[in-house]
């Protein structure tokens, strides 16, 4: 059952972090997630092609969490880069209904991010997994909004 | 000396696997397992003389009040209290909230200073801040050194300018296993201000190490029965009576009045005017059969297995490259709750790989977040003995810290 949790895929994530960065040049917009109650902090960069139609055209994280957090912050990076701001917000919704046990209709879009498909067992780290996609849908709105930066806190159950 | 061998067998819970490997529970600082003297006790109550205490003549009724009443017996003893200060309560969480509602408000108020520690439990702190907002008295806290102890330099400063009307301050850290000197500080209050009370937090304290409430210097004294090998779903509030006798009520309803009319009520005596409703009967003398196991093996004895076991966890630990043992690491001055960290990995994930081996230890902030603050850190992970821990225990949660790093192993270092 551990191995559910820890896939190969997360734990290669979380040893050799993709898209793992302190700063982004030119970034439009910086969020900054934090979990007071399993002491997770997470900020994401985002950089936007704003074109005719508006697409990722960079994102970075960084942070101190868990390993599931950061490897699933780090393998969403890879799935949404290139990505057109709606259809990225979609992927996420996906990968969040893939975290409660709900049926996947993007399970190859989501590339590395659906080995996280076992952590949907393990309740009490499923918020885990949420937390570098939650940054993004946050930072895409923030941009949508106009603004450049938002700190979210997320209260939940504590373990 | 325990005889741990022998002991283990009265702990159902320890023939169990979890993931297909014997059980190693590190986990007692947040409840203990419990033995079959116990449960026997809570059995019999259920099967032989199940009834509502204090109330009724038959039989039943009155097997069932000799016994709540002998169960407190036993704990006024264990705690060197007055029985009469002895009010059972749900937990120790509800035995702090007795006294923040019913003797802070009559008794505290602005200008006067409640003094708690960075080193205690939510519990111990909340109800202060609670009630802090209807009463408006001022909070002061004594921080808590790098290697785990209060600053006392910081004590003598603040409880020197006169205003301290109230201590709290716990006996044993839940988190880093410190023993607090409980007596001097309470006599140094005393010395300044000869009203003032000492609240001592005996959660983790009164299940490890002999107990004398008056040596303590404590007013009040909270402790938690699932924490002693009790059953859950009962706690204790010991306090002199004479202040109990002073205060007002905390919870209403029946069993606590002496009589009621239409116009309002007189209350019972203590503890009874604190305990109202249906007491957590089978609980309560389930309580007091584990204070019986407990006096069988000696708390002396208790204390000394607990202080060898750490003493060679701490060696052990520390002797693990990139392992932090938080906290005193004399186990003359500390308890057998231990936090510790492994360089580069998140405490929920070291607890992941422990259980699967296993080993249950806790990961997490402890409900002590001002502590864990102090740590440098956001949550730790707990490795907690007790009576029916081993050597062999030790070990393996040493292994089960190898090959957390192991599987970890190869993170890059950024």
């Known amino acids: 059952m551990t191995e559910d949790l820890y896939h190969d895929i997360i734990l290669d994530h979380y040893r050799a972090p993709r898209n793992r960065a302190p700063e982004l040049e030119n970034a439009d917009v910086r969020v900054h997630h934090n979990n007071p109650l399993c002491g997770d902090e997470l900020d994401l960069r985002l950089r936007v092609d704003n074109g005719e139609v508006p697409v990722i055209d960079a994102v970075v994280y960084d942070g101190e969490g868990c390993s599931i957090s950061m490897a699933s912050a780090s393998a969403m990076t890879e799935a949404v880069i290139g990505r057109e701001l709606s259809d990225a917000e979609d992927l996420a919704r996906d990968f969040r209904a893939m975290m409660h046990g709900e049926p996947v209709g993007r399970e190859d879009d989501l590339l590395d991010g659906i080995a996280f498909s076992g952590v949907a067992k393990f309740p009490v780290r499923v918020k885990c997994a949420l937390l570098g996609w939650m940054a993004l849908r946050d930072a895409i709105a923030t941009f949508e909004q106009g603004a450049d930066s938002n700190r979210v806190t997320h209260e939940e159950t504590p373990l | 000396m325990l005889d741990v061998t022998t002991l283990r067998k009265d702990f159902p819970v320890l023939e169990r696997q979890v993931h297909g490997r014997p059980l190693v529970y590190?986990?007692?600082?947040?409840?203990?397992?419990?033995?079959?003297?116990?449960?026997?006790?809570?059995?019999?109550?259920?099967?032989?003389?199940?009834?509502?205490?204090?109330?009724?003549?038959?039989?039943?009724?009155?097997?069932?009040?000799?016994?709540?009443?002998?169960?407190?017996?036993?704990?006024?003893?264990?705690?060197?209290?007055?029985?009469?200060?002895?009010?059972?309560?749900?937990?120790?969480t509800e035995a702090f909230n007795l006294i923040a509602y019913s003797w802070v408000p009559s008794n505290m108020g602005p200008g006067d200073v409640l003094l708690v520690t960075q080193m205690e439990h939510h519990a111990n702190l909340v109800p202060w801040q609670l009630v802090q907002q209807?009463?408006?008295?001022?909070?002061?806290?004594?921080?808590?050194?790098?290697?785990?102890?209060l600053d006392l330099d910081v004590f003598d400063e603040i409880v020197g300018r006169g205003k301290v009307k109230l201590l709290a301050v716990t006996a044993m850290s839940n988190v880093v296993g410190t023993i607090n000197p409980v007596a001097s500080m309470a006599e140094r209050v005393r010395a300044v201000r000869?009203?003032?009370?000492?609240?001592?937090?005996?959660?983790q304290s009164v299940p490890h190490m002999p107990t004398d409430m008056a040596a303590l210097g404590a007013d009040f004294l909270c402790a938690s029965g699932h924490k002693m090998l009790g059953p859950t779903g009962v706690g204790v509030l010991a306090a002199r009576p004479e202040l109990l006798e002073r205060m007002p009520p905390f919870l209403g309803g029946g069993e606590m009045?002496?009589?009621?009319?239409?116009?309002?009520?007189?209350?019972?005596?203590?503890?009874?005017?604190?305990?109202?409703?249906?007491?957590?009967?089978?609980?309560?003398?389930?309580?007091?059969?584990?204070?019986?196991y407990l006096d069988g093996l000696g708390m002396d004895n208790v204390r000394a297995h607990e202080e060898r076991l750490i003493g060679a966890c701490i060696a052990a630990l520390t002797g693990i490259d990139g392992v932090t043992v938080h906290g005193p690491h004399d186990p003359a001055v500390r308890g057998a709750a231990m936090s510790f960290a492994i360089d580069g990995l998140h405490p929920h994930d070291i607890g992941t790989i422990m259980d699967r081996e296993g080993v249950a230890v806790r990961a997490g902030h402890h409900c002590a977040k001002p502590l864990v603050r102090s740590l440098g850190a956001v949550a730790t992970t707990r490795a907690s003995f007790y009576v029916y821990n081993t050597a062999d225990d030790v070990a393996a949660l040493a292994r089960g810290i190898e090959i957390t790093k192991e599987f970890f192993g190869g993170r890059m270092v950024r």
């Open chain 2, 26 to 92: 590190l986990d007692s600082a947040a409840t203990s397992q419990t033995p079959q003297q116990v449960l026997d006790a809570v059995d019999g109550y259920y099967t032989r003389y199940c009834a509502n205490v204090h109330r009724g003549v038959h039989a039943l009724a009155e097997e069932a009040t000799a016994a709540f009443e002998h169960a407190r017996g036993r704990v006024a003893q264990f705690l060197r209290a007055d029985v009469r200060g002895v009010v059972f309560t749900k937990n120790a």
């Open chain 2, 257 to 292: 009045i002496a009589d009621v009319t239409m116009q309002g009520s007189t209350f019972n005596e203590v503890p009874y005017k604190f305990e109202a409703g249906t007491p957590p009967i089978a609980e309560a003398i389930g309580l007091g059969a584990a204070v019986d």
């Open chain 2, 134 to 149: 209807q009463v408006g008295f001022d909070i002061e806290y004594v921080p808590v050194t790098g290697d785990g102890r």
């Open chain 2, 194 to 203: 000869d009203d003032a009370v000492v609240v001592v937090d005996g959660a």
